[in-house]
DNA sequence: GCGCAAACTTGCCCAACGCGCAATATTGAT
DNA sequence: ATCAATATTGCGCGTTGGGCAAGTTTGCGC
């Protein structure tokens, strides 16, 4: 069983490198780890009281801080991204998205959506619903476990 | 939902990120490529009457032929794929697993494997079933859709 | 036999994405 | 005052993969 589930999430990514590729190819000035970064802003500056900071970015992300820091850069370069001081925690950036991040936002989820949408065109309905949940429970899943991983080896 | 599937995608994206650098520091020797490559020769392999071949592969992993063909001579290189001609078309290389080569593919399946397993340690019967029925399903939705884009771009 | 295409390989150079270390500055907590 | 947290930036590197060009050999249809 863990086999079939391992060659299924090696044949996933591999199409979701497809669909990155995709991406590339109809928008070469916008790195698909932008896109990444300003859905992640977003959704944490959303939930979270203080806004978001680079360190929940690179902990929800998995990315190295200093890779974070640098790709926030680049977005608050490309006006896509501003960075403003937290007053509660002056050491810490608060990082919200611009209109303009918030349109490539928008037109990002747009594509991808209109691409998932076309891969399910036909399904019958409920059956979306219903592999969005299994999914949410595998991503769980692997989060805990990847985590504990993770966990793991800074204690060493 | 569409937009709820495709957060799920780049989340799984990421873990699967997180699992390959895991991979990676614990196998510096093997690259994760070298992996996926063994793994596709051995289905292919298994499949096909007249075995793997290179275009098969750049196929099935999506990758350009040029890459297949580097990745495939860097696993002969390491003793873990050999070439030989095709008699049936002797432009073509069939491609094999050698014994190193399953044992490796073995040892990368053991430690996914075990990966997932201990992600769904706690599931109830019969949910990993489920949940890889749905997976498969969206693999080959995600699959028609990208391909139609491929082929499209071909076109042009 | 010829011409074209298929199958593949290799050299070369590049792109994209990400890591990690070191150094630095500022702020927060004790 | 000391130490840790938060973040940033420079630098150099690693991993994965693309694409072009050129070349060789073989297969196929005329």
Redesign the interface.
Same mark, same amino acid.
């Given at each position: 069983? *863990?086999?079939? +589930? &391992?060659?299924? +999430?090696?044949? +996933?990514?591999? %199409? $979701?490198?497809?669909?990155r590729q995709?991406w590339l190819?109809e928008r070469p000035d916008v790195p698909i780890g932008t896109v990444?970064i300003l859905?992640l802003i977003d *959704?944490i500056g959303t939930a979270a009281d203080g806004g978001c900071h680079a360190k929940d970015l690179a902990e929800r @992300?998995?990315l190295d801080p200093s890779t974070v820091s640098r790709a926030v850069a680049a977005a608050v370069g490309q006006g896509l991204v501003e960075r403003r001081v937290d007053n509660a925690d002056r050491r810490a950036s608060t990082l919200a998205l611009t209109p303009a991040g918030r349109d490539l936002l928008a037109a990002a @989820?747009a594509w991808?959506?209109? /691409? $998932?949408?076309?891969?399910?065109a036909d399904?019958p309905a409920g #059956?979306?619903?219903?592999? @969005?949940c #299994? %999914?949410?429970?595998?991503?769980a899943?692997?989060? &805990?476990? /990847?985590e504990e991983?993770?966990t793991l *080896?800074a204690a060493r």
């Open positions: 069983m *863990e086999n079939v +589930l &391992a060659t299924q +999430l090696l044949e +996933l990514s591999q %199409l $979701i490198r497809k669909a995709q190819r990444s859905k *959704e @992300s998995g @989820s991808f959506s209109a /691409l $998932i949408g076309r891969a399910l399904w #059956d979306a619903e219903r592999v @969005s #299994d %999914l949410g429970r595998l991503v899943a692997f989060s &805990a476990v /990847l991983t993770h *080896e």
